[in-house]
């Protein structure tokens, strides 16, 4: 499929306001600073160029006396907690342990990150040029988790590749499309969905993650997913994975947010030998 166009500025509004009445309301919250064991870290501040307010993120430097390898930019799914989601399950201690710099992120409407304005993907392009400012010269790569990997398809589809894009990317519990999965979870609201889908059938098409896995500016990828997730089903995310051309982890008994708990070990194996330059492993 080709990749989709991006909604009329008028009609991005105008969808993402509807789109954003029918997402799960969650109520913003102070975030907790990072524990103590993840010191050091260092607050931060994302600017969003052409759009009001900032991002709120926090820094987390690599240690160890060798180079970094790289930057690893941790996007949260959708809940209450925001980038302190990250607090806990060990992704961010194995990845500094492998000597990598990480930054996580709240997006709009979480912690203490400015309002919402335009779709996600636009957040995670400004958290990505955040990123090589911060650690320039460095290979950038990207941990979504849910909606944070959703919404990074549709940033990574439009990136440039090379030193300047991001080279490589996981997904973990990724659907294929928002509205589809919020038509699982809650059935109740699916006239309202068709209504979405018939106002905005531009808005639809661009949501679907399946129009953007096989165009992403990235060398390598991986999905992960729960076997027993019933919002994301595994063949959705072997599907996402045979688009991008990508690795694929299915956790047996899991559900959703659920294959870090199952399988910590084999996750972020995974991630960081998706992260790994290219020496042995090489996306097909």
Aim: net charge positive; hydrophobic share 40%; charged share 20%.
């Amino acid at each position: 499929m080709p990749p989709p166009e991006r909604p009329s500025p008028r009609q991005e509004r105008l969808s993402f306001w509807l789109f954003r009445n029918l997402a799960p309301r969650l109520p913003r919250i102070e975030q907790p600073e990072p524990p103590a064991e993840l010191a050091p870290f260092e607050m931060v501040e994302i600017e969003r160029p052409g759009r009001p307010g900032r991002l709120r993120g926090t820094w987390f430097p690599a240690g160890g006396p060798t180079a970094a390898p790289g930057a690893v930019l941790l996007l949260p799914p959708w809940i209450v907690w925001g980038r302190a989601y990250f607090h806990r399950r060990g992704r961010l201690e194995a990845l500094r342990q492998a000597g990598y710099h990480v930054l996580t992120v709240d997006f709009p409407g979480f912690g203490g990150s400015g309002p919402t304005a335009g779709f996600f993907d636009r957040d995670v392009a400004d958290a990505l040029r955040f990123l090589a400012a911060r650690a320039p010269g460095l290979p950038r790569h990207l941990w979504g988790i849910s909606s944070g990997g959703y919404w990074a398809h549709m940033a990574l589809s439009g990136l440039e590749p090379g030193p300047h894009g991001v080279r490589a990317a996981v997904f973990e519990d990724v659907s294929p499309h928002l509205l589809e999965w919020a038509g699982r979870a809650m059935p109740i609201a699916r006239p309202c969905h068709l209504l979405f889908r018939t106002l905005f059938p531009k808005t639809f098409r661009f949501f679907d993650v399946r129009r953007h896995a096989g165009h992403l500016q990235v060398a390598r990828a991986a999905y992960v997913s729960g076997e027993r997730d019933p919002g994301v089903r595994p063949e959705e995310t072997r599907e996402l994975a045979r688009l991008a051309g990508a690795q694929v982890l299915i956790v047996p008994g899991a559900g959703h947010l659920e294959a870090i708990k199952l399988a910590t070990a084999e996750v972020v194996s995974l991630a960081l030998e998706t992260f790994t330059p290219p020496t042995a492993t090489r996306r097909a």
